[in-house]
């Protein structure tokens, strides 16, 4: 066990040392790469909601609540559970009117809205909770998202690309001004990034959806040793 960890301690200072050679030499190269890993997402997270207009304060957001309680009571049915759900914004605003006139504005009503956020596991039932949704009062909508529940391998994949890439670069660099790539100096990872990817249509539901692809992008910037 100690000439095991001697070995490693010995082989960590090499390393050391040689990347401090290499740095008091100025014999390094720092390229930048890129991985991009494209997966099919697993769930999508939607914004929706009711707005209700009526004389009163009141009026409007009694209306609004019992339209939204029918939209969540229908949302669960069809399988969504209640910790996917989660109210976004709860808003309630008078409408002015007379702006154009000679006299003051005055309030001619109330709008209240209450927007949703709703996490949907099961894309092939996506379409069907939409149309349920609107068919129990939902009348607003402000887009729809799709991801991974659990991004990492993907994330992972995208980071073992971009240094693949980046290794790649330093090699064709190097190469071309007649030296060799040594050992890898550092790595800095500038991020990883999340975007969409080309389009597919899920199966026939009363509302069509294209969940598409969730494209991960991981940026390295990694230094390389110049060997002799």
Known sequence: MRILKSLTLSTALALVLASAAAAETGRTITVTGEGIVQAAPDQATISLGVTTT??????????????VAEV???LKAAGVEG????TSNLSLNPNWSNYDSASAASISGYTASNLLTVRVRDLAALGGILDAA???????????????????PVMNAARAKAVADATARATVLITAAG?????????????VFSGPGPLF???AS???????????TASVTVTFEIAE
């Open 179 to 191: 030296g060799t790539l040594g050992p890898i100096v550092s790595i800095t990872e500038s991020g």
């Open 72 to 74: 969540i009571a229908e």
């Open 134 to 152: 609107v068919s129990d009062g939902a009348n607003t909508m402000n887009g729809i998202t799709f991801g991974l529940a659990d991004p990492t």
């Open 83 to 86: 910790g996917d759900l989660q």
């Open 206 to 216: 009363a509302v069509p959806i294209e969940s598409g692809e969730v494209g991960m």
């Open 201 to 203: 249509r899920e199966q």
């Open 54 to 67: 009526n004389e009163t304060a009141v009026q409007a957001l009694a209306a609004n609540s019992a339209a």
